[in-house]
């Protein structure tokens, strides 16, 4: 299999049972004390908005306290909404990063496309804040920030403005100008330093409303569903129609998803999270840091997943990088479902889909058992289907079989096919058991398990595969040294 690098080398419309899902959340008077291991629900929304550039992500990774969104010098960095559930001076709020405000675009391109379906999201996620942190840069006022200080006026009350790059006083005696646009208060703050963070957080919370937050019920963990491809496959598209949002911007764009995008829904009763990934194309076609971060998050998410879909264009058909991206989500023993999307584009009947299955059966020719959905993401054509799917394969990968099962299985196989045996191989199968479900793994004790040829290992595991439900997920199988082995040689 090849590593991550090598991968840089490069309601719906059938009847689905959907619900959309709240945002993660928090309790109900803002005197209480918040416990940061637990959800919340009704949380006040949080919005850090500005131009490109001024440090909005960093001051979002500051408040979550880890790495979420990209940080790069790079105007324009983030383009969709990145959002969690952060606990600013220990109260807990619904915290999103949103894409810079440009005013200034070469019209008639697609970066001018782009950037006007940034500025579009950013304000819708504007109007529905319940405080807006707008973060300014020290230094020269520029139209952008006029424009955009403009745009806020019907949303003033909320708006709560601090002055980011000022560590240890540095552009302060300028940063006094934006006085000028009749802010109550305007705090002086370094995202990247913590100078003042102390203080932001209190204004922050100050000005909100926890009146309404509850701790959330205790609930089984939602299915975790990574959404991965090359780019313009149709991933932010899918994405949306899941969650019944548009957190993830969709455009004919190549690259437009950068950071990891977050949604929420239930399905048939079941909590679902979905990650909305960069499109992962080949090395030699990746040229900026930013890309390459984006990518680098993408495969990450196979560590934090449940189950993969593998978007594949149905009017481009299979490209030497699904491959890749299969081969990375093998390894980390992810299931995964291939979803033959924009299908609506093809030839009706029966036929066009056996051809595209065959092909991919072809490319992918020791993952037979992984299912293929063909689906619409935008007419909403097999979301049943794919959901329902996803959701047996998440039953299959957290499957645990208890030893005593798996043995008498273990013995019934070895009846009906015992082990080869000559001279030069001869060796004893003793037990087995489950060592770990989500990847799953299993590890066979025999004695001198060097000779077991790979023909018999191969059947064991498609034995596991068909008579134990594991029928459409990777099975991992480790043959280990039984002690007997010791014992017979000091016999």
Known sequence: ???????????????????????????????????????????????????PNVGKSTLFNRFMRRRIAIVDPTPGVTR?????TAFINGKPVHLMDTGGYKLTRDIGTMEAVMDDLVVEKTIQMIKKADLI????????????????????????NKVVAAVNKTEGGRGESEAWNYMQFGFKDLLFISAEHGDNITELSEKIVGRLDFSNVREGEEEEPPVR?????????????????LTHTESSIVSDYAGTTRDVVEGTFRYNGRSCLLLDTAGIRRKSKVKENVEYYSVNRAIKTLDKC??????????????????????????????????????????????PARKAEENIRIMFGQMNWAPIVEISALNGDGMKKLMDTALELYEQVTRK????????????????????????MHFKIRYMTQTSVNPVNFVIFATRPDTVPQTYITFLKNRIREDLGFDKIPVQLELRASRQKWEDRER
Do not use: H
């Open 1 to 51: 299999m090849e590593n991550e690098n090598n991968i840089l080398q490069g309601q719906s419309a059938d009847g689905a049972d959907f619900t959309q899902g709240q945002n993660a959340a928090a309790s109900n008077d803002s005197t209480l004390e918040y416990d940061t291991t637990k959800s919340y629900v009704n949380l006040p929304l949080v919005v850090l908005a500005g131009r």
């Open 80 to 84: 969709d909404p990145v959002e969690a």
């Open 133 to 156: 942190l707008l973060l300014l840069e020290a230094g020269e006022i520029t139209p952008e920030d006029e424009e955009f200080i403009q745009e806020l006026r019907p949303y003033w």
């Open 225 to 241: 569903i990574a959404i991965l491809g090359k780019p313009n496959t149709g991933k932010s598209t899918l994405s949306n129609r």
């Open 306 to 351: 449940d189950v993969v879909i593998l978007m594949i264009d149905a009017q481009e058909g299979l490209a030497e990088q699904d491959k890749k991206i299969c081969a990375l989500a093998y390894e980390r023993g992810r299931p995964i479902i291939f979803a033959l999307n924009k299908w609506d584009t093809q030839e009706k009947g029966r036929t």
């Open 401 to 424: 079989v208890e030893t005593a099962a798996l043995n008498a299985a273990l013995k019934d196989w070895l009846f009906k096919y015992p082990p080869p045996a000559s001279k030069t």
